[in-house]
């Protein structure tokens, strides 16, 4: 079974500061890896992906399946990137197609 | 206008009493799921499916019961054996349940048990 889990709840940083958000992942088969975001008084949105390797906001997470760990990283935290974050990852095999997430963290950053 | 929509936004059931949440997508996506998110907890599958007329049990699913029988449409009912069902419920859907396709999201039903 696939398990996701980001091990701090809440992460605080000052403006400017690098900020990274932690995830590891459990799962038999090659992972497929996502971090969703949620800004106050929004809807849950997709922020970036594995597969793209891109960089959204400035964010960006390097999957190492040697460590199974799918972190998200920052070089400098803005205000605006205050939000609750999740890891999360789609199965393959007999669970095609389950989307699991992670406990979420929370991340505020301080002017 | 497209998107996903939950209705009610917030609800009130008695103790005992069956209740379904309402998602509709006009998106044309196959796949659909409902989660519940609880504080500390993350977002957690209670079912998901893949295509009209099929559905799969996700982690807590227990208590809880979906039905599909239209691509846009994918109920959720919190029974009475559903033993904490006050709880934030998100339902999303994707293009399909392949791999790297985005998931879209509602805004949430607040389910609160008086």
């Known amino acids: 079974a696939q398990r996701v889990t980001q091990p701090e709840k809440l992460l605080s940083v000052f403006k400017g500061a690098p900020v990274e958000l932690k995830c590891n992942y459990s799962y038999s088969g090659s992972p497929e890896l996502f971090w969703y975001v949620q800004y106050s008084r929004q809807r849950l949105q997709l922020l970036l992906r594995h597969i793209s390797r891109e960089s959204i906001k400035g964010f960006t997470a390097d999957l190492n399946k040697g460590e199974t760990s799918f972190h998200l990283k920052k070089p400098f935290a803005q205000e605006e990137d205050s939000a609750m974050y999740y890891c999360?990852?789609?199965?393959?095999?007999?669970?095609?197609?389950?989307?699991?997430f992670g406990q979420g963290t929370i991340l505020t950053v301080h002017p | 206008d497209g998107g996903i929509t939950q209705s009610p936004k917030y609800l009130f059931r008695k103790e005992g009493q069956n209740v379904t949440l309402s998602c509709e997508q006009n998106?044309?996506?196959?796949?659909m799921y409902w989660y519940r998110q609880d504080p500390g907890q993350g977002l957690r599958l209670i079912y998901y499916s893949q295509i009209v007329n099929d559905f799969q049990k996700g982690d807590i699913a227990e208590g809880y019961s979906v039905s599909r029988e239209k691509k846009e449409s994918f109920p959720l009912t919190v029974t009475s054996a559903q033993k904490n069902p006050t709880a934030f419920y998100l339902c999303?859907?994707?293009?399909?349940?392949?791999?790297?396709?985005?998931?879209?999201f509602g805004q949430g039903t607040r389910l609160t048990v008086v």
């Open positions: 999303a859907s994707k293009r399909d349940i392949l791999e790297n396709t985005e998931a879209f």
């Open positions: 999360a990852l789609n199965a393959g095999g007999t669970s095609y197609g389950k989307l699991t």
């Open positions: 998106l044309n996506h196959d796949a």
